[in-house]
């Protein structure tokens, strides 16, 4: 560099030097003397620039322009020295072409490296960090590594000189960065109380070195973060900051109200406690209280994601959709998770006695999240964490109800007692006609009268009725209920019946016939039920389910558990129950032959109500039986109108 180099500021045209005629050795010739000319020019500009620190040196020279002129004389060439009869010409010929090419790069870091500083005292970070961006691609081009095409000292100073404005730059727009936004939270003594005040305060200016203040745009630091891939790190910690002093304090306590100042250049947001000197509120309904409390934190949550959205990323460019997103997938998971613990978690109660309070809260939930896909920090197709817990939570509660459900059952069939009590179709909800409905004679034929819909009178335990009715209950329940929640609810007295099943027939433990003809009642009682209770209550379900939606297949499971309590009595039992079964006979067949003989006269009336007392007028459990066989009996002598129904 102590070398005098030949001046290439008067340095004349490449096609003005030689007068004679061109061949393919005297361009070659020129075109050598020319890089090399070019070569220590530029050298010695980058060495006065980061070496000696001369920062203007040649700033007025146009050795840009006279590389271009040569690398287009260079490209104009390049095909009649492609197709050279003479090797080594057009060998030397390509490596002056690289030469030349590598010569216009560091003159374009060199360029881009002094327009950086000069953004950069501007206070024009953006284009600051575009330039030093731009410049270390291009010291990423291996060709620089060359020795034989360039100066290995000329190449490692730039990379020193790309570093360091590469980390003055990075120290400089994080240090304006932190300096335009300022955080502060601190708790004051508010009579008995303590008061929280958290505030966020913008700034749209630094303060310079001499005291003055700079003029300093966020979209012009933000694209700066951006281009020097700081942006992340700065996001996730203005989204620590943001969560820290404004929203989980927001979301924790529902007395703190934010209000915004905007004074000159500094814009204020102040989130403070609104509840000190107000008159305390009266009880209000659950509804309303939900309704209150959700709105004001709405409404709150939207003037701060406003404010800062507005004043941080306002007027950023192309990225501001991506940078969003970005700081979004940052706050909406803590966000979301402190909203449910603290909001939604806090009304899961007043969810399982109110349905109103579930559909405000699912619509409250539906709102926070569509305001935040508006706001832009999360995506349009993002899934809805808090609709999914107020469903959830809904689905909780049935499910709680479901095993109160099973569990009441289970109470209701273990408790102690032989209490009994009879039933009959007019008292009963169940069978054709309940007991809301007209019963008039005119619809009481005899054919309805033997239908299947139609509850003979009978004795049955309290405990089967009370268990019935707890069955109606919660089907009466599934009205109005989400159909998830009335799909949970019907399955789940489906198992309840399916408990009976199991449970009744362990109360005999030494079965006698007095009980076992209750159980068989009992039994039958719910049968009846189950009969009409699906049609009943199907328009409660989803219509995919209603067509399969009945009870009529427990049916059978209930007649078959009266058919194991009768035969699972030992064989004394059962001996005993025919010897006295045959003796109630012998007081029954004397009428019957009455009754065979004037079958169609006054005696034949006369024998049949007699047979009747016979078997009913024993109170004891083969009494009971013996009403079976009195009906057999009754049905296989009966003729026509003379029916008088044994």
């Known amino acids: 560099f102590n070398s005098q180099p030949i001046s290439v500021f008067t340095m004349p045209p490449l096609m003005e030097r030689n007068q004679g005629p061109e061949t393919p050795e005297t361009i ?55 197709g050279l009869e003479i090797p080594s010409l057009a060998t030397q010929f390509h490596s002056q072409s690289e030469s030349l090419a590598v010569l216009c790069c560091i003159c374009e870091i060199d360029d881009k490296l002094v327009e950086s500083d000069e953004h950069f005292g501007s206070g024009n970070y953006k284009d600051a960090a575009a330039k030093v961006a731009e410049a270390g691609e291009l010291l990423a081009n291996p060709k620089l590594l060359q020795k034989k095409l360039c100066d290995h000292q000329i190449v490692r100073l730039l990379k020193d000189e790309h570093r360091i404005k590469l980390a003055a730059l990075q120290s400089s727009t994080l240090d304006a960065w932190r300096k335009l936004i300022i955080w502060q939270t601190h708790e004051k003594q508010a009579g008995a109380g303590t008061g929280h005040i958290s505030l966020v305060q913008i700034l749209s200016y630094v303060e310079a070195s001499a005291g003055a203040q700079v003029d300093v745009q966020f979209d012009n630091v933000l694209s700066s973060l951006h281009t020097l891939g700081l942006l992340e790190t700065e996001l996730e910690h203005a989204s620590e900051m943001l969560l820290q002093h404004l929203l989980l304090p927001l979301v924790k306590n529902a007395t703190l109200k934010p209000s915004i100042k905007h004074v000159g250049r500094e814009h204020t947001l102040t989130l403070a406690d609104a509840s000190s000197g107000q008159p305390k509120r ?71 006695e109110k349905e109103a309070v579930r559909d405000y809260a699912m619509a409250a939930a539906t709102a926070l999240e569509t305001d935040l896909q508006t706001q832009g920090l999360i995506p349009e197709a993002h899934e809805s964490a808090l609709s999914r817990y107020v469903q959830e939570a809904s689905v909780a509660n049935t499910n709680r109800k479901r095993q109160l459900l099973l569990v009441k059952a289970r109470d209701i069939l273990l408790a102690r007692g032989n209490n009994t009590l009879e039933v009959e179709h007019a008292t009963e909800r169940g069978g054709l006609f309940p007991k809301t409905e007209r019963t008039a004679s005119e619809y009481d034929t005899p054919e309805l009268r033997e239908s299947i819909y139609r509850l003979p009178s009978c004795q049955i335990s309290t405990s089967t009725r009370e268990f019935v009715d707890l069955i109606y209950t919660n089907l009466d329940d599934m009205k109005g209920m989400a159909h998830r929640e009335a799909v949970e609810l019907f399955y789940g007295v489906r198992d309840v019946l399916d408990l009976f099943r199991s449970i009744a027939p362990t109360k005999l433990k030494k079965p006698d016939p007095y009980h076992s003809a209750i159980l068989h009642n009992d039994c039958f009682y719910i049968a009846h039920h189950l009969l009409c209770l699906g049609y009943r209550y199907k328009a409660s379900l989803p219509e995919d389910l209603q067509a399969i939606a009945t009870f009529v297949d427990l049916v059978c499971v209930c007649a078959c558990r009266t058919w194991f309590c009768s035969t699972r009595e030992n064989t004394a039992m059962r001996t005993r129950l025919f010897m006295k079964t045959s003796k109630a006979l012998l007081l029954v067949v004397p009428w019957l032959k009455v009754f065979v003989r004037f079958r169609n006269g006054a005696y034949s009336i006369l024998a049949l109500q007699t047979t009747r007392l016979c078997l009913c007028v024993r109170t004891d459990s083969f009494g009971i039986l013996l009403c079976g066989i009195g009906t057999g009996i009754s049905s296989a002598w009966r003729t026509g109108p003379h029916d008088h129904g044994c």
């Open 28 to 82: 070659v010739c020129g075109l050598t003397q020319s890089i090399d000319e070019l070569r220590g020019s530029l050298y010695e500009r980058v060495h006065k620039h980061f070496a000696e620190f001369i920062v203007d040196y040649g700033l007025s020279s146009d050795i840009s322009s006279q590389l271009m002129h040569v690398q287009r004389r260079v490209d104009s060439l390049s095909e009649e020295f492609s």
């Open 282 to 352: 009266k009880s209000r309904s659950h509804l309303k209280l939900v309704q209150e409390t959700l709105d004001s934190f709405k409404d709150s949550l939207h003037m701060i994601l406003s404010f800062v959205i507005d004043r941080l990323f306002g007027r950023m460019g192309e990225p501001r959709k991506e940078t969003l997103l970005s700081f979004g997938s940052k706050v909406h998971p803590q966000l979301t998770a402190a909203i449910i613990e603290h909001q939604l978690a806090r009304i899961i109660p007043m969810i399982a």
